[in-house]
């Protein structure tokens, strides 16, 4: 008991001439778990972290850089392993293995192309068909447009010439006046209340003479 009362005693003589000493309590790195969620953050939302869109593609590129170098670092680890474990006979094997399956695939893939090939001229066929079906149709349209435009022309230049037969010409202007001075017309008119029409120069007072000056009285009832 003496013993370790001197003990105590120098250490603390030890501790009095030393220089103090930086002391920090030191506590979990993160909350346990089995300790509930404390009141001050019971109904608090965090705040969701915005990302640019230029971070979040730099992000995303950096990530897939990434993803492509250690998965081509992980087939390379198991080449090595299965080349270390395994024999040259086995790896002819599975080469010949390999080359059979890309002669299938090329295979089948062959097939593919003819058969979309042989769909492709034949939808091409098809096309070129209606193509010209419909080039023969607009042709056809074009020539009845045609037609009926010939037609129409033909028919004007048909009332034309009708029209020409009552034309004054130098060769019977001579005609066409005596004609004219043997027929005069006269277009004035009036017309009384009871919608009668009296036609001449002066239906007032009408004079004997030509049938022209004479009163006509007609009825437009």
Request: glycine share 2%.
């Amino acid at each position: 008991m003496q013993n370790l009362c001197k003990v105590e005693l120098l250490y603390g003589k030890l501790l009095c001439k030393t220089k103090t000493i930086n002391q920090q309590p030191v506590r979990y790195t993160r909350k346990p778990r089995w300790l509930p969620k404390a009141p001050s953050k019971m109904f608090r939302v965090p705040v969701r972290p915005q990302i640019s869109t230029d971070e979040r593609n730099e992000l995303f590129r950096l990530f897939t850089n990434y993803r492509t170098t250690m998965k081509s670092i992980q087939k390379q680890l198991e080449y090595e392993l299965e080349t270390s474990y395994t024999g040259q006979e086995v790896l002819q094997e599975i080469a010949n293995k390999e080359e059979m399956l890309w002669a299938k695939s090329m295979d089948v893939n062959d097939n593919w192309n003819a058969e979309v090939a042989l769909d492709r001229e034949q939808r091409l066929a098809n096309e070129r068909e209606a193509r010209r079906e419909e080039i023969l149709a607009q042709l056809i349209e074009k020539e009845e447009e045609k037609k009926k435009k010939l037609e129409a022309i033909e028919e004007i230049i048909r009332l034309e010439k009708e029209k020409s037969k009552t034309y004054i010409t130098i060769e019977n202007i001579d005609e066409a006046i005596e004609k004219a001075l043997d027929h005069v017309v006269d277009h004035k008119y009036a017309l009384d209340l009871a919608g009668n029409i009296y036609k001449g120069s002066d239906p007032i007072e009408p004079t004997t003479g030509t049938i022209s000056s004479q009163l006509r009285v007609q009825s437009i009832n």
